[in-house]
Each structure stands twice: as structure tokens, then as C-alpha cells.
């Protein structure tokens, strides 16, 4: 068996695969900067806290619901070896190296910061009219 019945293969990649699949809502990879940000619900955030490993982690538990739901047994027993193994440092590290360059992970710092008039604080979100206009702000 080289894949999962989600269409993941068995490796490092798949990993990578599954990583991107269950958090790339939540997580970037900045190259320019060599480091991974996680949203936090309101803003981008260096991960400074683990987030990414925390990540990488559940991914691999992630992966015994898989071998729990198949129905072959050489099959589970198979899926679930590779859950195992996959909780590894070596294994871990891999699929956060390789998650990087997913589709939907890379991300430029410029596409960060988009919107010049929009202030992002604790109690909201502010908008600010061109300096032509005078300012108006409302919270959002």
C-alpha cells in the first residue's frame, strides 16, 4: 500500500501533504525571511511559541484516525506503522521542511500588509481614508 484512502502517500512528502491539507489556513512560510508565520484569528505571527510544531504534531496523531477507519487489516496495521514512525523528530522536522514550498504555504512579505488604510488593533480593525479625503475611522 503506498497511499492512504485520503490520497496521501506513505512518506515524507505525505506528510507534508496531510500538514498543508490540515493547516494551511493557518500557517506561512516567508523564504526571504527563513521562517514560518502562524494567524492567530486577527493577525500573521512569526512563530515564535511552537505553533508549527504543535501543528506538525497533530498532524501525526491525525494520521491513527486514518488507520482507525480503514477496513483492510494489513492496511490499518500498515497506516498505523506509519502514524508511529511519523511522530519522530527526524519525521517531523521533514514534513515542516517540506510543507514550506505546498501550495498555498510560500508567501511573499509584500502580500502581508496589502491594504495601506487598514490598521489591524486589539479592538478591531480601523480604516483610514486617503490623507485627500481627511480621515475617517470606523472599527470593523
Not at 477496513?71 to 521533514?94: C, L, N, V, Y
Request: glycine share 8%.
Amino acid at each position: 500500500m503506498d497511499r492512504c484512502e485520503l490520497g496521501f502517500a506513505l512518506t515524507d512528502t505525505g506528510l507534508a501533504e496531510r500538514f498543508a491539507n490540515q493547516h494551511g489556513e493557518r500557517v506561512r512560510y516567508v523564504y526571504q525571511w527563513g521562517k514560518y508565520l502562524s494567524y492567530d484569528g486577527k493577525r500573521w505571527n512569526q512563530d515564535c511559541l511552537g505553533a508549527i510544531e504543535q501543528a506538525a504534531k497533530e498532524t501525526c496523531r491525525s494520521i491513527y484516525e486514518e488507520a482507525a477507519g480503514e477496513m483492510d487489516d494489513g492496511a490499518r496495521k500498515e497506516i498505523a506503522d506509519f502514524a508511529r514512525r511519523s511522530e519522530s523528530a527526524q519525521k517531523r522536522a521533514a514534513m515542516i521542511q517540506l510543507a514550506r514550498s505546498e501550495p498555498g504555504i510560500p508567501v511573499l512579505p509584500e502580500a502581508l500588509d496589502t491594504d495601506r488604510w487598514l490598521l489591524n488593533t486589539a479592538t478591531g480593525r480601523w480604516t483610514f481614508a486617503p490623507p485627500a479625503c481627511g480621515i475617517i475611522s470606523r472599527p470593523t
